[in-house]
């Protein structure tokens, strides 16, 4: 009989108690707000974005408790979870708070972890795994990011750090982090990077109410595409080869629009000659989620994915030609990760299943060229193998 093939889930957020009384001492955004309902009851609000729609979304114990965490996974036959805190992370702390709380947070979400259950066909793996936090605040002196990349690497359940894409104030292309890309090659964490803020101010979504689709749909996938290009064009992925980089929300745009950068890097003497690689190349050095509630999306990004060794060198593209949807497309499944967003997107109705997630499996079922090794791989295998769990 064959083993049983493992379904992970690698985008699955938690708030944990700590974190969520912070947000309850809070009189501005983020925070979280108690209100009396119309007939009476209390309920718990969270106000993370500006200008949140309809009073903020709701928020309960699937946030901060972990026995709702397992219950979402029995549901939904998830094996292992990779959970991590959910924008906006230490982002609007002081220096000082952001490095206490980020200890103290990496500790609680190991001990979250480390007293969860064991997976039951397993005598080593645990059903839950955790990515830490960074304190990437502006003026924070920058070894105490790297005192907490120490610590992280010193807790076992804590495979990766979640980041946000504004570094410390700046972006990730900034200078001043460059000894923390090179701490976290050194330690073997995983990055996950997720968006929080959307791109512009927020005029470019125009006066209609459109609740949170918008900012959710567009912004939050168009923030994660800029902050991981500027990251390449600052050449952070020649000089840290072996960055694990997980780009959530399936990278974005980025797969799409990966010629086109190449394109307009080729054309722009500024940075004509400053990559080691052309930019499709880079597809092949990142990891993405399967957060995209679609076959055609997902087997779109395993094409460029597959193809992106092709393109080795700048300027590389007039000679090469790749057949995709095949073998190809296969290849390039062996970097996307299956992901809930968990205990976001929420159904109506409790008892059923999730939409969003039911949506994220039926995609990865339903991409064509992916045999059932690639979805299998797809489905866990492949997160397995980033984070080291055999
Ligand atoms: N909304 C958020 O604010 N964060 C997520 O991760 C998903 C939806
Ligand atoms: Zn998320």
Redesign the pocket.
């Known amino acids: 009989m064959s083993a049983k093939k493992l379904l992970v889930d690698i985008h699955t957020?938690v708030y944990l108690p700590r974190y969520a009384s912070l947000l309850r001492s809070r009189t501005s955004v983020p925070r979280i707000l108690s209100r009396t309902t119309p007939s009476g009851d209390t309920e718990d609000r969270l106000l993370?974005?500006d200008h949140e729609p309809s009073g903020g979304r709701p928020v309960g114990p699937q946030y901060w408790d972990r026995e709702e965490k397992l219950k979402f996974m029995d549901k939904h036959d998830i094996d292992i979870s990779v959970v991590s805190t959910?924008?906006p992370w230490l982002d609007f702390l002081p220096p000082s708070t952001a490095h206490s709380l980020a200890q103290d947070l990496n500790t609680d979400l190991e001990s979250y972890c480390s007293t969860s259950p064991l997976l039951p066909s397993s005598s080593s793996l645990n059903r839950l795994y955790a990515f830490g936090l960074l304190p990437l605040v502006p003026s924070i002196p920058i070894p105490h990011i790297l005192s907490t990349i120490s610590q992280i690497s010193s807790l076992p359940h804590l495979k990766g750090v979640i980041i946000g894409t504004r570094g410390i104030g700046k972006g990730l292309d900034d200078p001043e982090l460059e000894l923390v890309w090179e701490a976290i090659e050194k330690a073997g964490l995983v990055i996950f990077l997720?968006p929080?803020y959307g791109v512009g101010n927020g005029e470019e979504w125009g006066e209609r109410e459109n609740g949170h689709v918008l900012p959710?749909a567009l912004g939050?996938p168009f923030e994660t595409t800029v902050a991981i290009t500027r990251l390449i064009l600052s050449g952070i992925l020649d000089r840290y080869p072996s960055l694990h980089i997980l780009l959530a929300h399936s990278g974005g745009t980025l797969p799409l629009l990966s010629s086109r950068l190449s394109s307009c890097i080729d054309h722009d003497p500024i940075v004509q000659h400053c990559l080691k690689h052309d930019a499709r190349w880079y597809m092949s050095k990142l990891w993405f989620d399967a957060v995209a509630y679609g076959s055609e999306e997902l087997g779109f990004v395993s094409d460029v994915i597959g193809r992106a060794e092709a393109f080795d060198k700048p300027g590389s593209s007039a000679s090469v030609s790749v057949s995709v949807g095949g073998e190809g497309r296969k290849k390039g499944s062996e970097r996307i990760l299956f992901g809930t967003?968990h205990p976001?997107?929420p159904p109506l109705n409790e008892s059923e299943k999730w939409r969003s997630v039911v949506e994220n499996l039926e995609a990865i079922d339903g991409v064509r060229g992916w045999d059932q090794e690639a979805k299998d791989g797809v489905r866990g295998g492949n997160a397995l193998a980033l984070f080291g769990l055999s």
């Open positions: 957020h993370i974005l959910a924008n997720h929080h959710l939050f967003d976001f997107f």
